[in-house]
Nanobody
Framework: QVQLVESGGGLVQPGGSLRLSCAAS????????MGWFRQAPGKEREFVAA????????YYADSVKGRFTISRVNAKNTVYLEMNRLKPEDTAVYFC???????????????????WGQGAQVTVSS
């Protein structure tokens, strides 16, 4: 069992930056691929970014590529999402998730994740 807790959400102006953190419980964090997903009001949950268990490979949605960076520190059981040049359309609840998949394009797929956090609200507005 893995428990995930997100933090770092909030209100930011367009063009600003935020960093989300996701702290994981358990001693096997380094064996899980990790992902970030988001869900805006009235929309389906969508893939944002993912990182392999080792941290050596990352994956991004086209909408955030070049603006967002995912990273992880396995010694701290934590994964991060650095978000820059934020846009109003980035407004959503952001979810951290853990997958038993070590790496690969499977990490873009919601159904391949086994554990989810409770979500953190990110609002981009002037």
């Amino acid at each position: 069992q893995v428990q995930l807790v997100e933090s770092g959400g909030g209100l930011v102006q367009p063009g600003g930056s935020l960093r989300l953190s996701c702290a994981a419980s358990g001693r096997t964090f380094s064996s899980y691929g990790m992902g970030w997903f988001r869900q805006a009001p009235g929309k389906e949950r969508e893939f944002v970014a993912a990182i392999s268990a080792s941290g050596g490979t990352s994956y991004y949605a086209d909408s955030v590529k070049g603006r967002f960076t995912i990273s992880r520190v396995n010694a701290k059981n934590t994964v991060y999402l650095e978000m820059n040049r934020l846009k109003p359309e980035d407004t959503a609840v952001y979810f951290c998730a853990a997958s038993r998949r070590y790496s690969g394009e499977y990490l873009r797929v919601i159904k391949d994740y086994d554990y989810w956090g409770q979500g953190a609200q990110v609002t981009v507005s002037s």
